[in-house]
T-cell receptor
């Protein structure tokens, strides 16, 4: 049973470019969460999605960041016009139901903005 | 304001001894607590959890204790093994419609042979 998959594992972008991070949840999981980890910090919640729905985006910056989880295909976290402060590790997690508290994490995408 | 605090950034323990990792929280609405283990360049791996209606949960070498009155939980690893060396994150959740986990900053555990 494949775990949560994220790609790319490493992404380098120049300031002003767009970054697209992909996440495929575990088989049978329909709930996806995105977290960001800055150096020496814990993981910070960004957004919680179900298929075709954003359930909670209270942790998302108001500008430049968006997320989707279409009916078919992976969940996408999109960062437009990246700045150096966006450099971080971005983790995706999934769970089978909302009632399941345990979330299973992917390996992360390390974004570096130069 | 940090709702989940891990006040020890690092802990060093001898192989075979007990490791005790601590976590404090401020939000009395949290009803579920989890511990994750993370190796460098990997995602967090779920380790063990506890509901707020319990005060102890055990799984093999890992035991989590919850003291609701003190808003404190701890993870005990016994006996500690060198492979346990990793960063351990405490996380908490409010039930209902909220799905997000709130994480502490982590404690780096080093188990020396």
């Amino acid at each position: 049973n494949a775990g949560v998959m994220q790609n790319p594992r490493h992404l380098v972008r120049r300031r002003g470019q767009e970054a697209r991070l992909r996440c495929s949840p575990m088989k049978g999981h329909s709930h996806v969460y995105w977290y960001r980890q800055l150096p020496e910090e814990g993981l910070k919640f960004m957004v919680y999605l179900q298929k075709e729905n954003i359930i909670d985006e209270s942790g998302m910056p108001k500008e430049r960041f968006s997320a989707e989880f279409p009916k078919e295909g992976p969940s996408i976290l999109r960062i437009q016009q990246v700045v150096r402060g966006d450099s971080a590790a971005y983790f995706c997690a999934s769970s089978p139901t909302r009632a399941t508290y345990e979330q299973y994490f992917g390996p992360g995408t390390r974004l570096t903005v130069t | 304001d940090q709702q989940v605090k891990q006040n020890s950034p690092s802990l060093s323990v001898q192989e075979g001894r007990i490791s005790i990792l601590n976590c404090d929280y401020t939000n009395s609405m949290f009803d579920y607590f989890l511990w994750y283990k993370k190796y460098p360049a990997e995602g967090p791996t779920f380790l063990i959890s506890i509901s707020s209606i319990k005060d102890k949960n055990e799984d093999g070498r890992f035991t989590v204790f919850l003291n609701k009155s003190a808003k404190h939980l701890s993870l005990h690893i016994v006996p500690s093994q060198p492979g346990d060396s990793a960063v351990y994150f405490c996380a908490a959740s409010v039930g209902g419609s909220q799905g997000n986990l709130i994480f502490g900053k982590g404690t780096k555990l080093s188990v020396k042979p």
